[in-house]
């Protein structure tokens, strides 16, 4: 049952979504919180649309956007998508480039980045989809050490669940920077290449009409657990960046950096590892997406187990992304 539902939604929470919840955490404390609420509601509704689309039809959504709308509308779409998940692909490097600094310095970007990029090319090409769905079902477990990074941080708990379900009305000016964080936090939330990958896993996994019951339990699961993550990284930033006066941060190693003071040196570790993993968790699922939606989108055999001489686009697209 495990599998497509929570490793598309904690996909979500990868290197730009953790920067971008850490800032609605630093800017507005716990004012961004009810913003999570309802944007667990529409990651719900619009993953499990992708999922059950892929098990009824047993294709992924770039092949059924050809077959509805025709190849001109497929490739602009397919087009967008690819120079969007390039940007974001660069993202998760950066972001991992940036938690591994904390510790390794200098050497994270000539020495540990190479092995890492290596690794992750590693794992998609010459696995199975199993093992690669074990895989990311374990990375998702270390996000749970951001609940245990925000317990360290010592909130006032009271107002964070006050401020869950009560707007903060003073924290509403100015109302353009407000309006630009609610978008940020609902756009790390629920993303275009989210939807290409889920419906691409599920036809993957082998999943049916007959069998979706189950997943579609997966999938909402995954929703809530992704934003109840995110929920405790706003909470982590709230009680202690926003507490300190730090509301300007330009890149999530500087949040790690910026804890150490303020919430000792285990939440910090905490947070590092998890930005390591949540980068990687990325590197692994952006590009995939974006592999899964060209070679459906074109017609070519694609997916997690195939060989080069199989599936030679499809990998091709990986590959492309992961050494760009």
Not at 296 to 318: C, H, N, T
Request: glycine share 10%; with cysteine; proline share 3%.
């Amino acid at each position: 049952i495990l599998g497509p539902g929570i490793i598309a939604a904690n996909a979500d929470n990868d290197a730009s979504g953790i920067f971008g919840y850490s800032q609605a955490g630093a800017q507005y404390q716990y004012g961004m919180l009810w913003v999570l609420v309802i944007s667990t509601i529409a990651l719900g509704v619009a993953q499990e649309i992708c999922a059950r689309m892929g098990a009824v039809t047993g294709r992924g959504l770039a092949d059924l956007i050809r077959e509805e709308y025709g190849v001109k509308i497929t490739l602009f779409a397919m087009t967008t998508l690819l120079i969007a998940n390039l940007a974001t692909t660069v993202s998760e490097f950066a972001g991992l480039l940036f938690g591994l600094r904390v510790y390794f310095g200098e050497y994270a970007r000539w020495l540990v980045i190479p092995v890492v990029a290596t690794g992750i090319w590693f794992v998609v090409t010459k696995g199975s989809y199993k093992r690669l769905e074990r895989i990311l079902l374990l990375a998702s477990s270390v996000y749970l050490l951001y609940i245990v990074s925000a317990i360290k941080s010592f909130p006032n708990w009271g107002q964070v669940i006050h401020e869950t379900f009560v707007p903060n009305i003073k924290a509403i000016n100015p109302i353009k920077d407000y309006v630009f964080m609610i978008i940020n936090v609902v756009g790390t939330t629920i993303t275009p290449w989210g939807q290409f990958y889920i419906q691409s896993i599920v036809r993957d996994k082998g999943i049916t009409e007959k069998d979706y019951k189950f997943t579609k339990i997966d999938v909402l699961f995954g929703a809530f657990f992704t934003n109840f993550i995110a929920y405790f990284i706003i909470v982590c930033c709230g009680a202690t960046l926003f507490k300190a006066g730090i509301h300007d941060i330009e890149n999530a190693g500087q949040i790690a950096k910026a804890l150490l003071p303020l919430a000792g040196s285990f939440a910090t570790a905490l947070f590092v590892i998890g930005l390591v993993n949540a980068c990687c968790f990325g590197a692994i699922a952006v590009p995939l997406s974006t592999a899964y939606a060209v070679t459906e989108a074109l017609g070519w055999e694609g997916g997690v187990g195939r060989r080069l001489r199989e599936a030679p686009l499809f990998i091709g697209v990986f590959t492309f992304l992961i050494v760009a």
